[in-house]
């Protein structure tokens, strides 16, 4: 059986607020392997969003195992958990999370300055990330000078550049209209089905989430249904 791409066991996660504790999490196992579509999804203040962030290393569990490519991730310190993301997860934000004052082609490089990259590679695999989404004229533009649909692309593409085994993609259509929305969506699709990448998409949008092959329902810092899994 090869390595899933993402393996939590028994994960919580609590935090402190205003003298008591509260529990996020309360003991989530999910697994994804490569290639898969997954949809997590949930009301607001299920744990969807505390579970993304611990899926995506931005963040640790209180207790349980989180592996990422089959690498613990729970006991790095934050030099090798940093790395550890640089190298397997790509992300994508509601709210695009670009840099405003430099092009679309700088945007989509920065994960590879953190790599070492070349300049002069790190440029051309940007501008052939530009391209995957349909970008490739857009690249000297700054995400002042873009549309919504294309700032997300922009964000997809330099998701993707790193190569990464795991796409993270976290209401990636809440800031866009309905149209634009169908258009990530689709360029999304198509990057799993040809790049292999696993996404894993988190929303409170039932329809979004309907598209993905597989849905985890998330509720009150638990899984309550797992589409994926017999029942």
Known sequence: MSTPAIEAVGIT???PLEGVTVQALRGV??????GEYVAVVGPSGSGKSTLMHLLGCLDRPTTGSLKVGGEESSGLDG???????NRTI???FQSFALLPRVSALDNVALPLVYRGVPGAERRARAA???DRVGLAE???HRPTQLSGGEQQRVAIARALVGEPRILLADEPTGNLDTRTGHEVMAILERLNVESGVAVVLVTHDLEVAARARRQVHVRDGLVERDTGVPA
């Open 29 to 34: 196992s999910l697994r994804i392997d490569e």
């Open 79 to 85: 030099t090798a958990l940093a790395s550890l993301r």
């Open 128 to 130: 052939a990330a530009l």
């Open 138 to 140: 857009r690249r000297n």
């Open 13 to 15: 996660r609590d935090y």
């Open 90 to 92: 790509g992300f994508v």
